[in-house]
């Protein structure tokens, strides 16, 4: 067994900390002794609802801290989306700096058929009947000498050069003809086959193809490289959502009075008043049936 190289006390801290009355941050249960999270922040029934999510793999910190500064910050008030966010997929794999989890399977290659991870059994049962504006997942590659991203759509209109060129702002891109052992379809730019035959070629299904051909017609998959400075690589992803936020038709970006009547609501009225301040008592818990035993930590 790896030793433990990062805290998550200190993750469930952070989550804890997030204001009530803006993001309801609930237990689902727990895998491999550790508690595990989702967010949502919802604004309305007929506003499009976003998938973020990260720390799939564990040893890619920029990810799960993209999202949690996502969470912390201010430039989400600028859309009226509906959020769910899924902070750390893999906690036990984020706790000691290992890409697979607990019995050392690769999450994102579990999603095609019935898995024994269950992290991946969580994710389909908890996404099941929901429908996503895009998803949007945070990676990093630990080979990677610059910025790259997945993009998997049908057809146009794609946003995946637009988001390439936003991110250059803030860090190197790619500049490999191959990146990740395959051909890159421009300047740091994976865009895949999303033709459904063509995915079911595939025996290991990683997350995006379950979302694709469930519950997303956009897929994008942001992957900085470890080689720069933490906090870089979490405004890198978070350059890269508000890019696809702002280019996706669906999005409605609010105006700067409308942000401040949404901030107003937000903290007066609360969009949900089943929310509480949360602790380890008041954090709210979703159960699932799974048939797997979670080992302690």
Request: hydrophobic share 40%; charged share 25%; proline share 6%.
């Amino acid at each position: 067994m790896k030793a433990r190289v990062r805290d998550y006390n200190s993750l469930v801290r952070r989550l804890e900390a997030l204001p009530p009355r803006v993001w309801n941050v609930r237990q689902v249960g727990e895998v491999w002794g550790y508690p595990w999270f989702f967010v949502e922040r919802r604004v309305g029934a007929g506003a499009p609802t976003v998938l973020l999510s990260g720390g799939i793999h564990g040893e890619e910190p920029g990810g799960v801290e993209g999202v949690l500064r996502w969470l912390e910050g201010d430039d989400w008030q600028k859309w009226r989306v509906n959020w769910f966010v899924m902070p750390c997929i893999n906690p036990y794999g984020w706790v000691r700096n290992q890409r697979a989890n607990a019995q050392r399977r690769d999450i994102n290659r579990q999603f095609r058929n019935t898995s024994a991870a269950p992290e991946a059994e969580l994710i389909k049962r908890l996404l099941k009947g929901r429908t996503f504006l895009f998803s949007i997942e945070f990676h990093e590659d630990v080979e990677a000498s610059g910025y790259y991203l997945y993009e998997l759509r049908r057809e146009p209109p794609f946003v995946g050069e637009k988001i390439v060129r936003a991110v250059e702002e803030v860090i190197p891109i790619n500049p490999g003809r191959v990146i990740d052992g395959r051909q890159a379809t421009g300047r740091g730019l994976l865009r895949r086959d999303a033709n459904p035959s063509a995915l079911s070629r595939r025996q290991r299904w990683p997350m995006a193809y379950h979302l694709f051909l469930n519950a997303a017609g956009h897929v994008l998959g942001s992957e900085t490289p470890v080689t720069v400075p933490l906090e870089q690589r979490a405004r890198a992803h978070n350059v890269a959502l508000m890019t696809a936020l702002t280019e996706i038709p669906g999005g409605k970006r609010l105006r700067k009075e409308d942000r401040a009547v949404s901030r107003f609501k937000a903290s007066s009225t609360g969009w949900n008043s089943s929310v509480r301040r949360r602790n380890a008592a008041t954090i709210a818990t979703v159960h699932f049936p799974l048939s797997h035993s979670f080992a302690a930590c």
